[in-house]
């Protein structure tokens, strides 16, 4: 029996509530059209904006950093912060022509990451976060790179992305001043140096623009837009001298160098006596600011691949890392073995941030040493501010001093002793033995008063970040404070100060005994450049009389006349200074003592302008660690050439007139008779080559300046040789012996270091420019600094 279809009736009533149902939900539709336009029209008006509301900040610019010549340091340009709408990026009506949501994200990621240079698979990431309204891809991105991003995202018809104003921190000289200078993050904060301690001077306040925009990013109420301008930072003028810190940087460099095994490389800080100004800082190895994630250094880098093999040894990984890790960090620069290593990923992470904070560091500041032998000055000061010791009173030293119940005697440097020497003398000679004696005198109370007031116990105030105490034996406790640390305190060992305390405690010696607060901004500007402030010197203290600091400065320009530091001499100028070589703790793995070689320059004597401190940290005693040594020659090269940059005029003294330098005049065409009367006025002795009737040729030709003890040549009825002349090698000559050697080759030698006056045996060559080898023309003068090894022991 066959079904019955359904009956007209049946038809009927299926069709009557097929219509019902549509009037219903039409129905339902209109209440809640009407329930959303009418009742709660506003709540709906504010949920659609705020979906379509864009509010985004405005990057003020960061306030520029000037030298002390309004040379620029540091400054911010106008760069791009690319950000996306991870709910925009998808466009429906591509999903309906059969391109799927998938691939327009993947599109937009390989377009993004190809052009920014990003990771695709964090790009991607980002992108398919469809509930977040706000996404950063990239930021600093340069105003070209972004411009080739949209020109690419336009092309492939891709959406959701735009751009914010940003800045970006730019330091016109790379490394350079970077210890001072510190650095900023992404977020245009500052780290380190002045960048962090005036960040909120630096900084700005920063705006905002609130637009409405639709999935496009394309405003769709210009009108509606408001805007809250940004104020850009202040800036700042520094005390740092550009040329200055060149020159400091210059001659730290040559210092570390010649010293590969200092540990924890070299520093110095060049001061203005007078103000506290800083008028240069430096620690080497350094690194860029511009990148301050990336190690430049080969020294930090052998360094970190040391402490990588082991971590890889302990861990007992076979592994071969990149040097692209070891420059710039990062998981995926490391092999695939280890990436999926958390404990050795975490290790050689740690790893790479000790040396990244290695070079960030500012030690000056920042690290503590024992400061040794410059620390006599403030013994001595103390003493003859007192009146327990003269200039006339004398010490007797065998070489060694027994001290209170110590069991063993402490030595001298020179451990065959010093014999009797006057006040003065025990400083040239760096007596130990003579600081022993004179700090009993003193008492334990008043050398821990005058320590104090010298500010060893304090920061000094300068406005860098991370200022380090200094760290002194308690009083209140005996067995810190007795007899025995007395007696090491007097030359500067068993307790630490940092580079600048040390160096502020000098320039108040030789001041008249003001103690200063040093500083390193000069003025804030605003941001419109009018002056806002301006850092006026500020003496924290009067410390020893103005007699006391006479007396320091005559004996101090004896160190370097005849004492430990004349290394440290400088032709036509009146240096004084202190040497140090400070014994330092031994770290796991020495197999030796280490030392920090230092030495501190003032000059000029008389009216002291600058003082100068280097340091080479962290020297094994196998090497040259002496800071007369290796220390003093470097502070003479840096005061040879800042004193006449500052406007110093040389004076030279009757034992220096073999350092004086003349003008050789032009005498071609005169005859012999009136040559060596023009010669002779002008100070110089000649020879003559030839036999001709006037002279046709002269070396030095006219102009050039030579040392007065320089023969002119005169060349009669021939010229000179044509030929250039390879200059030879006086590593190690005396030097008469290289006067005379240069003079077989027709050249000259201008002579540095140690004063004439001084010259032994042992004083030999230790440097020379132009470099052996050197191809150069006949009378071209050759500087040669001389150094001596005897007599510089500091300890």
Known sequence: MSAKGPTNRMRKRVSGL?????????????????????????FYVQQATELQTRDSFITPNRGTIYDANMQVLAESASVERICITPSAVVDETKVNKGISAESQQQTLATILSDTLDLDYDTVLEKIQKTDSMYEIIAQKVDKDVAKELYAALEAADCQGVYSETDTKRYYQQG?????????????????????????????????????????????????????????????????????????????????LADNPNARDGVSGIVMN??????????????????????????????????????????????????????????????????????????????????????????????????????????????????????????????GSMMVGDWSQPIRCSNTSGH?????????????????????????????????????????????????EDGQFHDPDVTSEWNEVSLATASFGQ????????????????????????PYVVKQVLNADGSVQSTTETTVVRQVISEKTSAYMREAMEQVVAGGTGK????????????????????????????????????????????????AINDIPESSPHGGGAIAAPVVARIMEEVLPYIGVTPVYSDEENDRRELTVPGVIGLTEEQAADALGQAGFEYRV??????????????????????????????????????????????????????????????????????????TTASRQSPAAGTKVSIGAVVTVEFSDTTNVNDR
């Open 18 to 42: 097929a219509v019902l149902f549509i009037v219903l939900g039409f129905g339902l539709v209109g209440i809640r059209l009407l329930y959303m336009q009418v009742f709660h029209n506003s």
């Open 175 to 255: 490394a350079f001043l970077s210890a001072v200078l510190g650095y900023v993050d992404s977020d245009n904060n500052g780290v380190y140096g002045i960048e962090a301690e005036y960040n909120d001077e630096l900084s700005g306040t920063a705006g905002r623009i609130v637009r409405v925009q639709n999935a496009k990013n394309i405003d769709v109420e210009p009108e509606a837009s408001t805007e809250i301008p940004a104020q850009d930072g202040n800036s700042l003028v520094l005390t740092i001298d550009s040329d200055i810190q060149n020159v400091l940087e210059k001659h730290l460099e040559t210092a």
């Open 273 to 398: 006596v007078k103000t506290g100004e800083v008028l240069a800082m430096a620690n080497l190895p350094d690194f860029d600011p511009n990148n301050a994630y990336q190690l430049t250094s080969e020294r930090y880098i052998n360094e970190l691949k040391e402490d990588a093999a082991k971590i890889l040894e302990d861990a007992g990984v076979s592994a071969t890392i990149s040097d692209t890790w070891y420059q710039e960090g990062g998981l995926a620069n490391l092999p695939e073995s280890i990436q999926n290593n958390d404990e050795v990923v975490d290790a050689l992470g740690e790893a790479r941030v000790n040396i990244l904070y290695k070079t960030w560091y500012n030690p000056v500041v920042s690290s503590n040493y024992e400061p040794g032998s410059t620390y006599k000055l403030m013994t001595v000061a103390t003493a003859y501010d007192l009146g327990v010791a003269h200039a006339e009173d004398t010490y007797v030293c065998n």
């Open 419 to 467: 014999g009797t020497q006057t006040l003065t003398e025990a400083l040239m000679n760096s007596c130990n033995v003579a600081m022993m004696q004179i700090a009993e005198k003193i008492g334990k109370d008043r050398f821990y008063e005058y320590t104090k007031a010298f500010g060893m116990f304090e920061q000094t105030g300068i406005d860098l970040p991370n200022e």
């Open 494 to 517: 068993r307790f630490t100060v940092t580079p600048l305390q040390e160096l502020n405690m000098v320039c108040a010696i030789v001041d008249d005994g003001k103690l200063k607060q």
């Open 567 to 614: 290394n440290a001499y400088v032709s036509g100028y009146r240096i004084g200074g202190k040497t140090a070589t400070s014994e330092i703790l031994q770290e796991e793995g020495d197999v030796e003592p280490r030392y920090t070689a230092s030495f501190i320059g003032v000059a000029p004597m008389d009216d002291p302008q600058i003082a100068v401190l280097v």
């Open 689 to 762: 080559v030839g036999d001709g009737d006037t002279v046709t040729d002269q070396v030095p030709a006219s102009g050039v300046r030579i040392p007065a003890s320089g023969r002119v040549i005169l060349y009669m009825g021939e010229s000179k040789p044509a030929e250039q002349i390879e200059v030879p090698d006086l590593t190690g000559l005396t030097p008469d012996e290289c006067r005379d050697t240069l003079e077989q080759y027709g050249l000259y030698l201008k002579q540095t270091g140690v004063a004439s006056s001084q010259v032994t045996g042992s």
